[in-house]
Nanobody
Framework: QVQLVESGGGLVQAGGSLRLSCVRSGRTFSRYGMGWFRQAPGKEREFVAA????????VYADSVKGRFSISRDNAKNTVYLQMNGLKPEDTAVYYC????????????????WGQGTQVTVSS
């Protein structure tokens, strides 16, 4: 079984930064594509960013390109989401996800989800 545990969420003012972390335990970490999704109140969960198992490929939603950066450290079984230039519309619960392949906004066969971490951006 695989467990994903997110951390790093919180309250930040518009224009500020946060770094989310997701630690994975269970089966071999390095063979999973990893990603971040978010869900705002009253909205569907949406794709934010993804990274391949090697870390060589990354994909971003248009809404976060140039502001967010995803990375991973396979030695630490951890994936990160660096969020800069935060906007109030980035407010959501952020979820870590693992999949057998690189996730994209159009296709993501998520095998495992984390429990989520709240990010709130005040104006």
């Amino acid at each position: 079984q695989v467990q994903l545990v997110e951390s790093g969420g919180g309250l930040v003012q518009a224009g500020g930064s946060l770094r989310l972390s997701c630690v994975r335990s269970g089966r071999t970490f390095s063979r999973y594509g990893m990603g971040w999704f978010r869900q705002a109140p009253g909205k569907e969960r949406e794709f934010v960013a993804a990274i391949s198992w090697s870390g060589g490929s990354t994909v971003y939603a248009d809404s976060v390109k140039g502001r967010f950066s995803i990375s991973r450290d396979n030695a630490k079984n951890t994936v990160y989401l660096q969020m800069n230039g935060l906007k109030p519309e980035d407010t959501a619960v952020y979820y870590c996800a693992a999949a057998a392949t690189l996730m994209t906004p159009q296709k993501y066969d998520v095998a495992y989800w984390g429990q989520g971490t709240q990010v709130t951006v005040s104006s």
